[in-house]
């Protein structure tokens, strides 16, 4: 059973917008579930991350939930002012995961 979907096999189920993957079990990040993990290979600055925020990140969490997104050169601080709406910021791959208990009953 796989434990996330892929861009590329989310968008081959018709998806136009799509996280890097979505995860098949949400996990608990910092006591924020998330549903899909989003990975940018640039700096989140103000400008960059409020075009992500109107043209990506929304549109995701408005179809899949609460998500995470992995800013692989830090970001800005004050931009992680959305965790209680439901977009995480995180400047790696967090240790601190909780994974949730999936039943096959």
């Known amino acids: 059973m796989s434990v996330a979907e892929n861009e590329d096999q989310l968008r081959a189920k018709g998806y136009d917008k799509t996280p890097d993957f979505i995860l098949q079990v949400p996990i608990a990040v910092e006591g924020h579930i998330i ?5 940018k290979a640039s700096f989140g600055d103000e400008c960059s991350h409020h075009a992500y925020l109107h043209d ?16 692989w050169y830090g970001f800005i601080q004050e931009l992680d002012c ?19 208990c999936h039943s096959l009953a």
């Open 56 to 71: 990506q990140f929304w549109s995701y969490w408005n179809r899949f939930g609460p998500g995470l997104v992995i800013y």
């Open 82 to 100: 959305n965790r209680e709406r439901g977009i995480l910021l995180k400047a790696c791959f967090p240790t601190n995961i909780v994974t949730l």
């Open 35 to 39: 549903h899909w993990i989003e990975s």
